[in-house]
Each structure stands twice: as C-alpha cells, then as structure tokens.
C-alpha cells in the first residue's frame, strides 16, 4: 500500500514542505526539500521523531537565578515532558561554562542536557 | 573617557557585534560599540531555544550559543564596548555626528565620530495598540516579556495561558510555557496566516496539541485584579468579530505576541529618513540612511526572523562604514544622490531593503531583501527595468513572515542611462 505524509521540515527556519512516500510502511521517496537534512529529515519524521529540547535549570550563587540548557542531541518526541519534568528538580552551582553537563542521561535517553550560557558566580 | 571616534555603533546584538568585528577587519581601529544592557548579545541572551546559526555555522545554535560565538571574535579582535550605557541622541554637526550617552561611571558624555551604524534592534508592538475592551487586570505580558521573566529570571507569569497572535515570540512561549508545565489553552490568529516560521507552528504548538485558531481575536478579557478568562471570537475579512462565534477560555495569563517594530526613535530625531512599511530607515546599497555616514542594520532597520541574515547584513554595514571613513577627505559634492535607481515595490511585495542603489557606488553584486503582503504558491518574483524584464524567479511558497531575498547584478543597473527606478513584483505563473 502506499501513502504520502506531508510535512514541514524543521530543521533549519526555512521550512521546506516535504511530501514524503511510503510503501508498506517504508520510506520510498522524500520530495520538496533544499537540502540532504529535509531527506533525512522526513525519512525519520515518519519513523523515530526526535527533537533537541531547550529549557533553564536553577543555579545558586550566579548573577542569574536560572541558566538556559538543552539535550546534547535529539531526544524521541514522546519523551520532551519527560526531560523538562527531570530539569525541574536540577540544581546547579555557580559559575556555569557553557557546554557544562547538567544531567547526564536523561529519562533514560543515552544524552546530555549541557548548559548553553555562562553564568558566572555572584 | 576619550570622546571622539571614527565609528560609534549603537547596540550590543548581534548586529552591533557582526558589524563592529567586520568594520575592525577592514581596518577601522577607533571604534566603540555601545550597549544598554549589563551583557552584549542583545535579545539572543533571552532566546534559549535552538534554531540560530544553521547558514553562518553549518549547525544549530541556542540563541546565546550563537551570541557566545560574536562576543569571542568581539574580545579577540579587541573591539571597545560600554555596557550599561544608554545612547540618548544621535545629531549632526557638519559631516561628523555628536553621540550622547549616559552611563553611571561618566554621567552625561557628549561623543564625537565620523561614522555611526544603528543596530538599536526592534522592540514589541504594546499592548494598548490593541484596542482590547474591558478591564487591565493584572497577567496581561507581552510574549517578550514572558520570555525574560522564565528564561533569564527563572519566574513563571501563569499557569493557564491564552495566546493572542502566531508571531515567532508567541509560538516558542506557548512551548516554552508548556515545559514549565503550564496549559496553554489556544493560540488565536487575527489574520487569516499566521506570522511566524512553520517550523514554530510545527514544533511548538503541533507537538503539543496547541490549537492554532486562524482568523480569530480576543473580544473579552475577564477578570478585576487578575484575569481569569478570555473570549475569542472568529473575525470576518474585514476583522471584524462574527457575533455568535464567542468561545470561552479561563486563564490566569494572556500573552501577546502582536509583531515587532524596529526601535527608531533615536534615527527619527536624527532626521533619517523611514520608511513606512518597515519602521525603519530608508538606505541605499551600502546600507546607509538619508544622513551621510550613518549605517543600519539588524532589526533597527527591518525586522529579521533569521539571526544569520542579521550577522551578515551587519557585516556588510561594517564594511561600508569602513570605506566611507576611509575616505573621509575625499570630497563628496560628486556623489550625486540623483544617480540613485529606487527600487518600487507592487503586487504583493510590501518592501525592498536597500530601497534604493547607487549603481556607481555597488558592487558586482547586491542582495535584496523583502517580504511578501499574503501567501503565494508557485509564483515567480520579477524585476523590470522600464519594459525589460531583467529577473524573474521562481518560487514554491511565499510567506508574509519569512523574509525573502534575491540578487540584482551590477551590470543590469548600469547598461541603461537615465535609470531612476527598477519594478519589483510577484508575477503568477
Ligand atoms: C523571540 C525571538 C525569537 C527569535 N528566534 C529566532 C530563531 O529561532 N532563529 C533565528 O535565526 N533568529 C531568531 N530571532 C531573530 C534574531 O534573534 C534577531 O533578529 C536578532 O537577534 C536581531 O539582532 P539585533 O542586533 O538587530 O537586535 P537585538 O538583539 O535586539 O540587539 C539590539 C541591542 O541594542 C541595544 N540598544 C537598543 N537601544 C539602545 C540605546 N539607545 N543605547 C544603547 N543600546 C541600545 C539593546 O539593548 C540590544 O542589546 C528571534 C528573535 C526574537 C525576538
Ligand atoms: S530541507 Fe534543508 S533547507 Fe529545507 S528546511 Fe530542511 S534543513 Fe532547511
């Protein structure tokens, strides 16, 4: 059986609408996007969607009371409130260097959540 | 402090800063970057989400990541910069300009420069444009201001949340809200499209089974001290409520997130010319406004969705400042402002930046940005010089919030004597 799924690429704010072809179940043709990452993109989409999640832990002694973070590499969809839940209960110490590791393997995924900003100590 | 300059450049964003690094590598020594703020980055510091960089850096950035990798050539190239200084005014004395700044340490300083690049970035449209009926209790913010709150003052503004218009900021708050464990009940869209990137539409609100309502407003906030529901109402073509079409929401917070306008009131007393669609200066190829050797770029001149296109036009501000204080002895009378080719703009194109070019003063090549008044599908975008048609390109989908260039060439601008104005516009195919 075939069918077609479209979709908007979300891997760059360009946005490419992707028209992506399935036989039985399997990807047989990506169409619509301006680069390899849209193929990519659409193949997985349809299969295993995974998405990198952004958010703040709490930092004590910074001059800001939060620091911005995100998952190391993407996540599967289905497990985004999972890891925004486990950050809430994180707790990190000032100074923060951007790249710094949060919490490691989070909900289980195998990923980093890594912080994206320098807070330095107050 | 030393008080006079060959370049000044207001604002610490990502403009100020890609414009001061590209001014500094073409050999401008003497500058200043100057910043409100306690940090430079400018609004990327409060954008926590990834989705910046992917055309400068081949990868994908948080908003502060990207800010992080400026702010690094900045300190290497050893470009100056004051933070918590606030420009106040911007005049003309001959062809130098006096900047005036405030700040704690030097109080009231009047500064002197022979250039000046405006990269003031943009501020929210606010909340009494809006013509709501009824009350202003307390849990009205603009998305933005939602934004600083959570993200960089770790303080949640509510709990249940309403979303009035689909710009970029309103979209990433309504998931941003949502991961803090907050509701998001509806995002209503007055216009019939929403304004910001469908990737937005797509990772913010699709993944989380956020409604997108189109063609709807808010007719009703309720709620004394502190809101506690609001109406929406579907909208005819001509915006107006379409009575029996009311649907109550209650919530506790109502963001809104009603567009952006770039922040010209310093250019505006400056007598720079604006433009009326954008807000922002009129300029030329070099990106320079009606006041000779003041530049513009990033959201103070138009308002850009893509950071990368911000860099890159700051950039090419940088350069130009750069040329022009190197010729400061040279004697301009020539530089006859009428041998400017304006770029006129119909059929569904709101705007061009530059709005006009001096094919004497361009290079081989110069980028043209603009944005389209509704949605269009497998349409081609023309230019004509007179009655030749001298572009003509085809594109897949345009929309209103996502910005669109194309590339003139210097040779289609000069073959022709007694040019005054080329035509840019959407053709159907
Ligand atoms: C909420 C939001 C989400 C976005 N999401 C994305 C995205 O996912 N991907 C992407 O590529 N782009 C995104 N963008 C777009 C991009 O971030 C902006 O276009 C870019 O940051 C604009 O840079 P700028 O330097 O022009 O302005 P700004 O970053 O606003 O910087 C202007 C600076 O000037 C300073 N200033 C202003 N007036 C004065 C004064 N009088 N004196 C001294 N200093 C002054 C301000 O304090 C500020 O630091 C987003 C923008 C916003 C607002
Ligand atoms: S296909 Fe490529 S260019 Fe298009 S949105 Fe995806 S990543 Fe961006």
Same mark, same amino acid.
């Given at each position: 059986m075939t069918e077609t799924r479209e979709l908007i690429c979300i891997n760059c704010p360009l946005g490419c609408g992707l028209t992506v072809t399935l036989k039985d179940k399997e990807v047989v043709k990506v169409e619509g996007n301006t680069c390899p990452k849209g193929e990519a993109y659409g193949k997985k989409e349809v299969t295993d969607p995974t998405r990198i999640v952004t958010s703040t832990v709490r930092v004590s002694g910074g001059v800001l009371p939060v620091v911005s973070v995100k998952t190391a590499s993407d996540i599967p969809k289905g497990k985004i409130m999972d890891c925004a839940e486990a950050l809430k209960s994180v707790q990190v110490q000032a100074p923060v260097a951007a790249g710094d590791v949060v919490l490691e393997n989070v909900c289980g995924t195998g990923v980093s959540v890594i912080a994206t900003k320098n807070v330095s100590a107050a | 402090m030393k008080n006079t300059f060959d370049l000044i450049i207001v604002g610490g964003g990502p403009a100020g800063l890609a414009a001061g690094i590209q001014a500094k590598k073409a050999g401008v020594e003497d500058l200043l970057i100057l910043e409100r703020d306690h940090e430079l980055g400018g609004i990327l510091n409060q954008c926590i #989400?990834?989705?910046?960089?992917?055309? +400068?850096?081949?990868?994908?950035?948080?908003?502060?990541?990207?800010?992080?990798?400026?702010?690094d050539?900045? @300190?290497?190239?050893?470009?100056?910069?004051?933070?918590? !200084?606030?420009?106040? &005014?911007?005049?003309? *004395?001959?062809?130098?300009?006096?900047?005036?700044?405030m700040n704690r340490e030097d109080g009231l300083v009047f500064l002197r420069t022979k250039a000046v690049i405006l990269a003031m970035g943009c501020r929210e449209r606010p909340r009494g444009a809006l013509n709501i009926p009824g009350y202003r209790p307390a849990g009205i913010y603009t998305a933005g201001t939602a934004q600083r709150l959570v993200n960089m003052e770790g303080y949640m503004p509510g709990r249940e949340v309403v979303i009035l218009g689909s710009g970029d900021i309103g979209l990433i708050m309504a998931r941003r809200m949502t991961l803090e464990g907050a509701k998001v009940k509806v995002v209503a869209e007055l216009m019939p499209y929403s304004g910001g990137l469908q990737r937005n539409i797509v990772q913010c609100l699709e993944d989380f089974h956020i409604p997108l309502k189109l063609s709807h407003t808010v007719v009703d906030i309720r709620g004394k001290e502190r809101v506690t529901g609001i109406t929406i109402a579907q909208v005819d073509e001509n915006r107006k409520p379409i009575p029996g079409t009311?649907?109550?929401?209650? /919530?506790? +917070?109502?963001?809104?997130? /009603?567009?952006?306008?770039?922040?010209?009131?310093?250019?505006?007393?400056?007598?720079?010319?604006?433009?009326? $669609? +954008?807000?922002?200066? $009129?300029?030329?190829?070099?990106?320079? !406004?009606?006041?000779?050797?003041?530049?513009? /770029?990033?959201?103070?001149?138009?308002?850009?969705?893509?950071?990368?296109?911000?860099?890159e036009?700051?950039?090419?501000?940088?350069?130009?400042?750069?040329?022009?204080?190197? &010729?400061?002895?040279?004697?301009?009378?020539?530089?006859?402002? *009428?041998?400017?080719?304006?770029?006129? !703009?119909?059929?569904?194109?709101?705007?061009?930046?530059?709005?006009?070019?001096?094919?004497?003063? @361009?290079?081989?090549? $110069?980028?043209?940005?603009?944005?389209?008044?509704?949605?269009?599908?497998?349409?081609?975008?023309?230019?004509?010089?007179?009655?030749?048609?001298?572009? #003509?390109?085809?594109?897949?989908?345009?929309?209103p919030g996502e910005m669109e260039q194309l590339v003139l060439k210097k040779s289609d601008l000069t073959a022709a004597g007694g040019l005054d104005k080329i035509v840019m516009k959407v053709e159907e195919a």
């Amino acid at each position: 059986m075939t069918e077609t799924r479209e979709l908007i690429c979300i891997n760059c704010p360009l946005g490419c609408g992707l028209t992506v072809t399935l036989k039985d179940k399997e990807v047989v043709k990506v169409e619509g996007n301006t680069c390899p990452k849209g193929e990519a993109y659409g193949k997985k989409e349809v299969t295993d969607p995974t998405r990198i999640v952004t958010s703040t832990v709490r930092v004590s002694g910074g001059v800001l009371p939060v620091v911005s973070v995100k998952t190391a590499s993407d996540i599967p969809k289905g497990k985004i409130m999972d890891c925004a839940e486990a950050l809430k209960s994180v707790q990190v110490q000032a100074p923060v260097a951007a790249g710094d590791v949060v919490l490691e393997n989070v909900c289980g995924t195998g990923v980093s959540v890594i912080a994206t900003k320098n807070v330095s100590a107050a | 402090m030393k008080n006079t300059f060959d370049l000044i450049i207001v604002g610490g964003g990502p403009a100020g800063l890609a414009a001061g690094i590209q001014a500094k590598k073409a050999g401008v020594e003497d500058l200043l970057i100057l910043e409100r703020d306690h940090e430079l980055g400018g609004i990327l510091n409060q954008c926590i #989400h990834n989705g910046f960089g992917l055309h +400068t850096f081949k990868e994908e950035l948080t908003g502060p990541e990207y800010a992080q990798r400026y702010i690094d050539q900045a @300190m290497e190239l050893e470009i100056p910069y004051k933070l918590n !200084t606030m420009v106040l &005014d911007i005049a003309r *004395e001959g062809n130098e300009k006096i900047v005036t700044i405030m700040n704690r340490e030097d109080g009231l300083v009047f500064l002197r420069t022979k250039a000046v690049i405006l990269a003031m970035g943009c501020r929210e449209r606010p909340r009494g444009a809006l013509n709501i009926p009824g009350y202003r209790p307390a849990g009205i913010y603009t998305a933005g201001t939602a934004q600083r709150l959570v993200n960089m003052e770790g303080y949640m503004p509510g709990r249940e949340v309403v979303i009035l218009g689909s710009g970029d900021i309103g979209l990433i708050m309504a998931r941003r809200m949502t991961l803090e464990g907050a509701k998001v009940k509806v995002v209503a869209e007055l216009m019939p499209y929403s304004g910001g990137l469908q990737r937005n539409i797509v990772q913010c609100l699709e993944d989380f089974h956020i409604p997108l309502k189109l063609s709807h407003t808010v007719v009703d906030i309720r709620g004394k001290e502190r809101v506690t529901g609001i109406t929406i109402a579907q909208v005819d073509e001509n915006r107006k409520p379409i009575p029996g079409t009311e649907e109550f929401y209650s /919530c506790d +917070t109502l963001l809104l997130s /009603c567009g952006l306008i770039p922040e010209n009131e310093l250019s505006g007393k400056l007598g720079a010319r604006l433009s009326p $669609v +954008t807000s922002g200066p $009129v300029v030329n190829e070099s990106l320079e !406004t009606s006041v000779e050797g003041v530049f513009a /770029c990033g959201n103070v001149l138009h308002v850009h969705d893509l950071v990368d296109y911000v860099s890159e036009e700051a950039g090419r501000a940088g350069s130009h400042a750069a040329e022009y204080i190197r &010729d400061w002895d040279k004697d301009r009378s020539r530089d006859n402002k *009428e041998n400017a080719v304006r770029i006129q !703009t119909e059929g569904g194109i709101r705007y061009s930046v530059p709005q006009m070019i001096r094919p004497e003063h @361009m290079e081989d090549t $110069v980028t043209v940005r603009f944005r389209v008044g509704r949605v269009f599908q497998d349409v081609y975008v023309s230019v004509y010089r007179g009655e030749e048609r001298i572009l #003509h390109k085809k594109r897949r989908k345009m929309a209103p919030g996502e910005m669109e260039q194309l590339v003139l060439k210097k040779s289609d601008l000069t073959a022709a004597g007694g040019l005054d104005k080329i035509v840019m516009k959407v053709e159907e195919a």
